[in-house]
């Protein structure tokens, strides 16, 4: 568990106190606040996609739906774990690429 500016040199990935990663690939986004359903989430420069709904995203600054039991949790798009983890936690199909088809 580390601090996204240890692989991120941008201002925002020093601004974040809750999101962290989890080696370089997955990024979590802790929903802290009681009854919250969306949560706002920044991402680093890069290519993300969510864990439980196979969606991309690019860096930037995102409102996702993040209820009780469902966590921002995102996992860089080029990981060599990303196909396998994508498979296992959500219904999308990815091809060799990464990609969701």
């Not at 009681?34 to 409102?63: A, C, I």
């Not at 396998?84 to 690429?97: F, I, K, P, R, V």
Request: proline fraction near 6%; include cysteine.
């Amino acid at each position: 568990m580390r601090p996204l500016f240890y692989h991120y040199e941008e201002q925002g990935a020093y601004d974040q106190d809750y999101e962290y990663l989890l080696g370089r690939d997955i990024l979590v986004s802790p929903v802290i606040k009681e009854e919250e359903f969306y949560h706002e989430v920044y991402l680093p420069d890069d290519q993300w996609v969510h864990l439980f709904t196979g969606d991309s995203f690019e860096g930037g600054t995102y409102t996702v739906f993040a209820p009780v039991g469902t966590p921002a949790v995102f996992i860089r798009k080029d990981s060599p774990y990303a196909d396998q983890l994508l498979h296992l936690c959500c219904s999308h199909e990815t091809n060799g690429a990464g990609e969701h088809v």
